[in-house]
């Protein structure tokens, strides 16, 4: 018998160029006990892959994994939109717990409140308009002592 045939099957099935029906070709061949001895190193690859093609996982197979491993399924919790918020509830409680005490420890740093500075109009009020100014320019130059507006007729004054 002429093995060229199932040669050239393997030559293609390692270059991964054979068909589906070419590779059962090879299983059924690879499954008999009579062969030549130059093909023999193959048989134990191609009963391998027989042996696993015929494993079948049952539908407890996940469950007696799953006690092995010793976990147990977990399902998931639904979350309301007040549980996802929360943290966001909590930082905003923080900032505005922070901003009253820091306001609170701002006041009692400065003292009593005092009242306010007058006003420029309540400060003109209180003037007796028959009184010179000294910082009135007007003024100033009716006066003899002219008060100088800058350094430079200081200086003028002096030489």
């Known amino acids: 018998m002429d093995f060229k045939y199932i040669e050239q099957l393997l030559q293609r ?6 068909t589906l029906k070419e ?19 193959w048989q134990p690859l ?6 696993l093609s015929d494993a079948h996982l049952d539908e407890r197979f996940d469950a007696r994994i799953l006690e092995l491993v010793g976990e147990r399924h977990v399902q998931a919790q639904r979350i309301t939109l007040r549980q996802r918020l929360r943290p966001l509830f909590t930082a905003a409680a923080f900032v505005a717990f922070a901003v009253v005490v820091g306001t609170a420890v701002e006041r009692t740093a400065v003292g009593p409140a005092a ?5 420029v109009a309540t400060v003109q009020d209180e003037l007796d308009p028959t009184e010179t100014n000294p910082l009135d320019i007007r003024s100033a ?4 002592n002219p008060v100088p507006l800058n350094g430079i007729d200081s200086l003028k004054n002096t030489n």
Request: hydrophobic share 30%.
């Open 13 to 18: 099935y390692f270059a991964a160029e054979t």
């Open 23 to 41: 590779e059962q070709i090879l299983h059924t061949f690879f499954s008999q006990d009579d062969m030549p001895s130059h093909l023999r190193r």
């Open 141 to 144: 130059e009716a006066t003899e």
């Open 46 to 51: 191609f009963r391998a892959q027989q042996s």
């Open 115 to 119: 009242t306010p500075p007058p006003s």
